[in-house]
């Protein structure tokens, strides 16, 4: 079992940046790829950004430019930096973990809110 834990969510108005961060536990030595994804309210959960044991990194094109996704493997932490952050970013974003037998676990999601 892998338990996921996400914080650093909050309002923020457009054009500012906020850090999330995703601390994992338990089987972490089974975690391959961790993941952010994102869900506005009256939508589907989308993916935003992906980062691989290797640290190898993509991200939807809606983020691309101000986003960085990355993790330490030692404080077993993934992060999301959003940078200019617009309304249309406003969602509850979830962190996932894939592990090695293909399990994938979900945190229970911070609130990311974009407004003035």
């Known amino acids: 079992q892998v338990q996921l834990v996400e914080s650093g969510g909050g309002l923020v108005q457009p054009g500012g940046s906020l850090r999330l961060s995703c601390a994992a536990s338990?089987?972490?030595?089974?975690?391959?790829?961790m993941g952010w994804y994102r869900q506005a309210p009256g939508k589907g959960r989308d993916l935003v950004a992906v980062?691989?044991?290797?640290?190898?990194?993509s991200y939807t094109d809606s983020v691309k430019g101000r986003s960085t996704i990355s993790r330490d493997n030692v404080k077993n932490t993934m992060y999301l930096q959003m940078n200019s952050l617009k309304p249309e970013d406003t969602a509850v974003y979830y962190c996932?973990?894939?592990?090695?037998?293909?399990?994938?676990?979900w945190g229970k999601g911070t609130l990311v809110t974009v407004s003035s």
């Open positions: 338990g089987y972490i030595f089974s975690i391959t790829d």
């Open positions: 980062v691989t044991r290797g640290a190898s990194t």
């Open positions: 996932n973990a894939l592990t090695m037998n293909g399990v994938g676990y």
